[in-house]
């Protein structure tokens, strides 16, 4: 059984930094995507970032390019979001999610549809 566990989420202040990790269990191959999204209140389900497994191909939402970093430590299999200068409008409800069936279009769109599994959520809240 697949499973997600995001964690890593917080209070913080304007321009402050924030860690998320996403520990993935119970996938058998190695080509497949991890995408981190996030859910604000009255706002869309946005895809920030997605990396690929396997070859380490990442895509970044305009709104966090230059500020957040992905990254996938594979021996643990654990996915990371290094979120720096942070915004009240980064405010929101993250989780992970993995691509098992289509992870190369999943990893470039960033796109939830094509996500097979979701972990539950994290709150990150930046205050300004």
């Known amino acids: 059984e697949v499973q997600l566990q995001a964690s890593g989420g917080g209070l913080v202040q304007a321009g402050g930094s924030l860690r998320l990790s996403c520990a993935a269990s119970?996938?058998?191959?190695?080509?497949?995507?991890i995408g981190w999204f996030r859910q604000a209140p009255g706002k869309e389900r946005e895809g920030v970032s997605c990396i690929s497994r396997r070859d380490g191909r990442t895509y970044y939402a305009d709104s966090v390019k230059g500020r957040f970093t992905i990254s996938s430590d594979n021996a643990k299999n654990t996915v990371y979001l290094q979120m720096n200068s942070l915004q009240p409008e980064d405010t929101a409800v993250y989780f992970c999610?993995?691509?098992?069936?289509?992870?190369?279009?999943?990893?470039?769109?960033?796109?939830?549809?094509?996500?097979?599994?979701r972990g539950q959520g994290t709150l990150v809240t930046v205050s300004s």
């Open positions: 119970g996938i058998t191959f190695d080509d497949y995507a």
């Open positions: 999610a993995a691509s098992l069936k289509n992870s190369w279009i999943a990893t470039m769109t960033c796109t939830i549809t094509l996500y097979d599994y």
